[in-house]
T-cell receptor, first 114, second 114 residues
């Protein structure tokens, strides 16, 4: 069985400061990894994903995440956050053998303080 | 030109009532999902349909019955509503057959049972 842990339920950070949102997963088979973002009163949307190849993946709005197989982690980082980054961030995993089922982590609420 | 749409957006009803939520996607995807997001933002998959066939049916009370009249629609009917059913319900879709791993979410239906 798969599981996803996001240790930080809430992360407050000042505008223009760097941020890291942590994600660890557990799975007995190879997985694909995702970060989704949910802005207030909206549905989730994909931020970035790791499928294969380079372990560092980037989004168009400055976020990046690095897949670390030995530590079973997929932490999300941004060097300088904006007010508009305030949202709920979900790490998710799906098995390569049955990728129709995605398991989501409990989410991390990022609050950017002006 | 909304990709995944849900109706209604808000639903307030009394305990014991029966209600339905509708979902439509215009992305041509073959797989659709229903998720429940509780008050703590935890997101859990309920059902998944691939080409109108039920493929994921998590531990959900049988008061919840999904119906997929065609590939583009997945509706959720809930009988005998209970207080604990209050949550945000999200519909999502993906193109699993061609390796499409990204899930596209609707805006959510906010259900409040009084």
């Amino acid at each position: 069985a798969q599981s996803v842990t996001q240790l930080d339920s809430q992360v407050p950070v000042f505008e223009e400061a760097p941020v890291e949102l942590r994600c660890n997963y557990s799975s007995s088979v190879s997985v694909y990894l995702f970060w989704y973002v949910q802005y207030p009163n909206q549905g989730l949307q994909l931020l970035l994903k790791y499928l294969s190849g380079s372990t560092l993946v980037k989004s168009i709005n400055g976020f990046e995440a690095e897949f670390n197989k030995s530590q079973t982690s997929f932490h999300l980082r941004k060097p300088s956050v904006h007010i508009s980054d305030t949202a709920e961030y979900f790490c998710a995993v799906t098995q390569k053998t049955s990728y129709d089922k995605v398991i989501f982590g409990p989410g991390t609420s990022l609050s950017v303080i002006p | 030109d909304t990709a995944v749409s849900q109706t209604p957006k808000y639903l307030v009803t009394q305990m014991g009532n029966d209600k339905s939520i509708k979902c439509e996607q215009n992305l041509g995807h073959d797989t659709m999902y229903w998720y429940k997001q509780d008050s703590k933002k935890f997101l859990k998959i309920m059902f998944s349909y691939n080409n109108k066939e039920l493929i994921i049916n998590e531990t959900v009370p049988n008061r919840f019955s999904p119906k997929s009249p065609d590939k583009a629609h997945l509706n959720l009917h809930i009988n005998s509503l209970e207080l604990g059913d209050s949550a945000v319900y999200f519909c999502a879709s993906s193109q699993v057959s061609s390796g499409g791993l990204t899930q596209y979410f609707g805006p959510g239906t906010r259900l409040l049972v009084l």
